[in-house]
């Protein structure tokens, strides 16, 4: 994972400019606006971090708790250590069942598994039906780029020019038009399909469901139409009670979308009864670890609450900047700078957690708390400690310190870098160029120093103030 | 090992779990299933006129269009009412549990049965409603199969005003009350489906309906 060049190149790409400036700060409006109509934003915020602490502080006894329901139920429960065994559990049922397609509704963890390559390696078609995500399928599977908003990155004229191409009907410019012709095309994939994959949001310990949040009513066909439906989810996603999800309901759509609620919320308990019309004749639920239960009483363990809501990104000026492929895995903005190195090794993913400003914007709106600045900073420690870090930081840091411990030796550098800076400056008092570390200077100036340090200036200070 | 063990394995080193704080976990979960907390809800007037009133506010806002009659035999005729305003067909399959009503009285054409791809009008009731966010709560069974609400490009539902409770919370201890079990499939609806994945423009009709109608009865 290359961030620096990602990020380059997203900086330079003058078409994603263009669209993640018409993006920006739309989710952010429409958040501000749906969580005034909570009376106690605040208190739902914590009763959430609650629930979710409930859970992960022991986790084993609550994902018993959901398996023992879940089995009571009909369904069957399967555990994944990794992508690779999702994969292959997945592949196995669809086997099972003689599976030629499977819709699939959003589940990040497929992505994480790479699951649609797995699925076509063994002869089964994945289709993709969430809208956003059908768009990226049909462009040569590109990934998401936002958790919830998976084509956000795409403007109209690129979603007209794709579907044109694609479906080969005349190109259409209306939103609504295109809306219409994926829908027309994805229903007969939810009516043929005999395996229907989806996430899930939570998962009730209480009566062992699952619960979707979705918008399109394409979560609700691909676990209503086919005969079989698949429930992949991460380890974490237990919830106790009915009335706990009622309380993450009240502030998830809310931070996501900026809705009072989603449009569809379904809550799934096992499979089709006698006599039933519709639903799957078979339930199974993966519950997967990829990298989760390494986490679970650590340094990160706060970074399991996350419920995925997307407001951290919505709100990074860094995410907004950049878009989301720059991060170069399945989860962008600060909770995937989080989650990759966590989940795909701090050695593959050095500068994620830098690329931060640390200004606070994702933890001020997480509505689970997670501290995510102090998460970030957690990783770099990390990075230190193991030696990560590139050669020339660490002999700098190093020299740095050695010359930082020597008061006078400090100040002598000090006040000689100073008035170097000032006389590079020249009359401008800006500098086009720092010869010492030209990457400061490529995109602007560098505002010159006074020709005094600090500790001068307060020196002369005190000597001309005299004390009462 | 098994895969199973394998990572429960890893979550119990992860909270140093030992024979103690096994018990004191056990306590605290068997606490929160008992006790089902509640967080903190949004204050509202909950007098039978007042739900009415916000449930009908707050579907509006979600786009939905609501109409109000006096009883439940009234339904079909202001079913047919909106289908001629809205130039739809008068031809519908509705859930099995409202076979009873005088469909053909009021001039409709309406088979009790799921639904198929080809139906275009699709009539439920629903389980309850809640008054909060203007939603319905849809319980599957075989007298109420989950595709009637969601393949036709209009839905239809009679929601009798009584049913209309303040929050989400009340919903599930009705459903504990009367169903015992969870249905295989409880379907919140708030509004026609919708999707905002291209420029984040609000699309209605994604893959279920593209308007949806509710007729409050008030009896």
């Given at each position: 994972m290359?961030?620096?060049?990602n ?16 993006a920006?700060?739309?989710?952010v409006?429409?958040r ?6 909570l ?11 609650a629930i ?8 084993d ?15 069957q429960?399967?555990?994944a250590?990794d ?7 997945v ?6 069942h003689?599976?030629?397609?499977v ?18 390696a063994?002869?089964?078609?994945p ?10 399928q ?15 990155h ?13 479906h ?11 809306t ?9 994939h ?8 989806s ?51 009240r ?6 979308t ?10 799934l308990?096992g ?10 004749e ?23 609450r ?14 907004q ?24 090794g ?16 994702c933890?001020?709106v997480?509505?689970?708390?997670i ?45 000689l ?6 006389w ?17 200077t ?17 020196a ?9 | ?15 140093q779990?030992?024979?103690a704080?096994?018990a ?18 949004p204050a509202?007037d909950?007098?039978p006129k007042?739900l009415?009133?916000?449930?009908r ?32 067909p ?14 053909s ?7 009790p ?14 389980f309850?409603?809640?008054a909060e966010?203007g ?6 069974s075989?007298?109420?199969?989950a ?6 490009e ?17 919903a ?16 919140f ?8 994945d291209?420029?984040q ?17 008030e009896?």
């Amino acid at each position: 994972m290359h961030f620096k060049a990602n990020a380059s190149a997203k900086l330079a790409d003058v078409v994603l400019q263009g669209n993640l400036k018409n993006a920006k700060g739309k989710f952010v409006t429409k958040r501000a606006e749906a969580i005034k109509d909570l009376d106690d934003f605040e208190g739902t915020r914590d009763a959430a971090v609650a629930i979710r602490n409930k859970v992960i502080d022991n986790l084993d006894l609550w994902l018993e708790r959901f398996e023992q329901k879940a089995l009571d139920t009909g369904a069957q429960v399967l555990w994944a250590k990794d992508g690779a065994e999702v994969c292959r559990l997945v592949t196995e049922i669809a086997k099972r069942h003689g599976v030629k397609k499977v819709t699939k509704s959003k589940s990040m963890l497929s992505e994480e598994a790479g699951l649609n390559q797995a699925l076509e390696a063994a002869g089964i078609q994945p289709v993709e039906t969430d809208l956003g995500e059908y768009i990226l399928q049909v462009d040569n599977n590109e990934p998401p780029s936002h958790i919830i908003a998976p084509a956000v990155h795409k403007s109209l004229s690129d979603v007209a020019d794709l579907f044109h191409k694609v479906h080969g009907t005349p190109r259409k410019t209306e939103i609504p038009a295109l809306t219409r012709e994926a829908r027309e095309v994805l229903r007969g994939h939810f009516l043929s399909a005999e395996m229907g994959l989806s996430g899930g949001n939570f998962l009730v310990a209480e009566t062992g469901s699952v619960a979707l949040v979705t918008n399109e009513g394409n979560g609700r066909m691909v676990t209503t139409m086919p005969k079989v439906h698949v429930v992949i989810t991460g380890i974490e996603k237990v919830i106790p009670t009915l009335e706990d999800l009622s309380t993450l309901m009240r502030i998830l759509p809310r931070s996501a979308t900026g809705q009072s609620i989603s449009n569809y919320f379904s809550i799934l308990t096992g499979v089709k009864r006698p006599e039933e019309h519709d639903g799957p004749e078979h339930l199974y639920f993966v519950l997967v670890d990829s990298g989760r239960a390494d986490v679970v009483g650590g340094d990160f363990h706060a970074m399991l609450r996350c419920i995925r809501c997307g407001a951290c990104m919505n709100h990074c000026p860094v995410y907004q900047t950049i878009g989301g492929h720059a991060y170069g895995w399945v989860y962008p903005g600060p909770m995937g700078s989080v989650l990759t190195p966590l989940y795909a090794g701090i050695e593959n993913s050095i500068d994620l957690p830098h690329a931060a400003t640390l200004c606070n914007q994702c933890g001020i709106v997480c509505p689970v708390k997670i501290p995510l600045p102090d998460l970030l900073r957690k990783l770099r420690e990390k990075q230190t400690e193991r030696g990560l870090r590139p050669l020339t930081e660490r002999i700098g840091l190093r020299l740095w310190a050695w010359v930082a411990q020597r008061p006078t030796l400090y100040a002598l550098g000090a006040s000689l870098g100073a008035r170097y800076l000032k006389w590079l400056a020249g009359e401008s008092n800006r500098i086009r160029l720092l010869p010492t570390a030209p990457e400061w200077t490529l995109g602007r100036d560098f505002p010159a120093p006074q020709g005094k340090t600090f500790r001068e200036l307060y020196a002369a200070r005190r000597n001309a103030t005299p004390r009462a | 090992m098994s895969s199973r063990e394998d990572i429960l394995g890893r979550v119990r080193a992860g909270l140093q779990r030992n024979g103690a704080n096994a018990a004191a976990g056990r306590e605290a979960m068997a606490a929160a299933l008992a006790n089902r907390v509640q967080g903190p809800k949004p204050a509202m007037d909950s007098s039978p006129k007042a739900l009415l009133e916000r449930f009908r506010v707050k579907s509006e806002q979600q786009s939905t269009t609501v109409d109000i009659v006096a009883q439940e035999s009234d339904a079909p005729a202001a079913i047919a009412r909106y289908l001629t305003a809205m130039n739809l067909p008068k031809s519908a399959v509705a859930q099995p549990s409202l076979a009873a009503l005088d469909w053909s009285g009021a001039g409709l054409s309406v088979e009790p049965r799921g639904a198929r791809d080809a139906d275009l009008v699709g009539i439920t009731g629903c389980f309850c409603a809640v008054a909060e966010t203007g939603t319905l709560m849809m319980c599957s069974s075989p007298e109420t199969p989950a595709a009637v609400s969601l393949l036709p490009e209009t839905h239809i539902a009679i929601v009798r005003a009584a049913r209309i409770l303040p929050y989400m919370e009340d919903a599930w201890n009705l459903a504990r009350q009367e169903l015992g079990a969870l249905p295989r499939a409880v379907n919140f609806i708030s509004g026609p489906s919708r999707t905002g994945d291209i420029e984040q423009t609000i699309v209605l009709g994604a893959h279920g309906p593209y308007r949806v109608h509710l007729v409050i009865v008030e009896e």
